[in-house]
């Protein structure tokens, strides 16, 4: 299988809304947070039935981040 890498600029404020729409699509394998100094921040591995309660604390982490950064990067590595 070929994996395909993307990358978007995100605002702090926008950062939880994106996230929540790239686990919706289903196909994404893993998230990576990167600040505007191209620091990883954080990096969320997501498997095949990640759902409900499961993606309770991985929002919540990306939720703190948001409050910290004005501007991030998300690179996502699809399946």
């Known amino acids: 299988m070929t994996t395909k890498k993307d990358t978007f600029e995100?605002?702090?404020?926008?950062?939880?809304?994106?996230?929540?729409?790239?686990?919706?699509e289903g196909n994404v394998r893993q998230i990576s947070i990167i600040d505007k100094n191209g620091k990883?921040?954080?990096?969320?591995?997501?498997?095949?039935?990640v759902v409900g309660a499961v993606l309770v604390p991985v929002l919540a982490a990306v939720g703190a981040i948001a409050a910290l950064v004005t501007e991030c990067t998300i690179k996502v590595e699809r399946k």
């Not at 995100?10 to 686990?23: C, F, N, R, T």
């Not at 990883?40 to 039935?49: E, H």
């Open 10 to 24: 995100v605002k702090g404020e926008d950062l939880i809304a994106k996230v929540k729409e790239l686990i919706n």
């Open 40 to 49: 990883t921040i954080v990096i969320l591995p997501l498997t095949l039935g």
